[in-house]
T-cell receptor, first 115, second 111 residues
Framework: GESVGLHLPTLSVQEGDNSIINCAYS??????FIWYKQESGKGPQFIID?????DKRQGQRVTVLLNKTVKHLSLQIAATQPGDSAVYFC??????????????FGSGTQLTVLP | EAQVTQNPRYLITVTGKKLTVTCSQN?????MSWYRQDPGLGLRQIYY???????DKGDVPEGYKVSRKEKRNFPLILESPSPNQTSLYFC??????????FGPGTRLTVL
């Protein structure tokens, strides 16, 4: 079946370095993608989103890149800080078997920032 | 403060004992949703609601019920909980099916 997946379950980076978290999706009909951050003991928190008619979107210290040719999504975090340590999820919006479009989440990547 | 609240945050119960997890949002969002989160499986949608009195199944609806009698509330009901429903549950709301705002989670253990 179709699913959103992540290339790596864990990622460790040095404080101050840039982080890149990757995500693959398989449904070419998906029109909207979101990155969420989930800290231990908390609910997912919105980071940044991108629509399928865009290739790149920037936020504060974060950039999302969308490559529709290879169905790949990435989240780049600049100057990674200890507070960035968390699990990061990508999610895609696609039509479900019902008529409403829903979000489907990947299994997450654990980012650990090393001092 | 804009938020999604869930109660209880932690619950230990026994097989077959009906329970309800409440969810409330104060952002006047039309869309609300319930997810469960299990290790290695990520977030899976249980049920969602596009508006009052409009609900539909997500990816894993078996064993769950929901209702949407008011716009702000979206309770999750387990009529006869089983151990395989032990999980971390999240409620979320949004204006549409775009950015969803999540509650703090409810950790449920069914013995």
């Amino acid at each position: 079946g179709e699913s959103v997946g992540l290339h790596l379950p864990t990622l460790s980076v040095q404080e101050g370095d840039n982080s890149i978290i990757n995500c693959a999706y398989s449904n070419s009909a998906s029109d909207y993608f979101i990155w969420y951050k989930q800290e231990s003991g908390k609910g997912p928190q919105f980071i940044i989103d991108i629509r399928s008619n865009m290739d790149k979107r920037q936020g504060q210290r974060v950039t999302v890149l969308l490559n529709k040719t290879v169905k790949h999504l990435s989240l780049q975090i600049a100057a990674t800080q200890p507070g960035d340590s968390a699990v990061y999820f990508c999610a895609e919006r696609r039509f479900s078997s019902g008529s409403a479009r829903q979000l489907t989440f990947g299994s997450g990547t654990q980012l650990t920032v090393l001092p | 403060e804009a938020q999604v609240t869930q109660n209880p945050r932690y619950l230990i119960t026994v097989t077959g004992k009906k329970l309800t997890v409440t969810c409330s949002q104060n952002m006047n969002h039309e869309y609300m949703s319930w997810y469960r989160q299990d290790p290695g499986l990520g977030l899976r949608q249980i049920y969602y609601s596009m508006n009052v009195e409009v609900t539909d199944k997500g990816d894993v609806p078996e064993g769950y019920k929901v209702s949407r009698k008011e716009k702000r509330n979206f309770p999750l009901i387990l009529e006869s909980p089983s151990p395989n429903q032990t999980s971390l549950y999240f409620c979320a709301s949004s204006r549409g099916t775009d950015t969803q705002y999540f509650g703090p989670g409810t950790r449920l253990t069914v013995l």
